[in-house]
């Protein structure tokens, strides 16, 4: 999982969107309530120009953490969703 984890963070800091996207779709699967995932995911995805399923993704991980564990996402998981927000 972390190796998954590191080569998301390095396509993403490439500008690797598209690689970026797809290496965290495959954390969050296999580790849904891991948020760091989902923030890479929502980076890479916003990064690729994508921000309508950028803020999907928040809106997915958002609802699971409510339902499944009853939280809220982490203050982290919430500034990037608030600047989607503010992009759009």
């Known amino acids: 999982m972390r190796a998954l984890e590191c ?43 994508n921000r309508a399923e950028a803020v999907r993704a928040y809106t997915q991980c958002k609802k699971l953490l409510a339902d499944e564990l009853g939280v809220a996402p982490s203050p982290e998981t919430e500034a990037i969703a608030r600047g989607l927000r503010r992009r759009g």
């Open 7 to 49: 080569l998301a963070a390095v396509a993403l800091a490439n500008g690797e969107h598209p690689l970026a996207a797809q290496l965290a779709r495959e954390v969050v699967d296999l580790e849904p309530f891991r948020e760091t995932g989902w923030q890479r995911l929502m980076r890479a995805l916003a990064g690729g120009g």
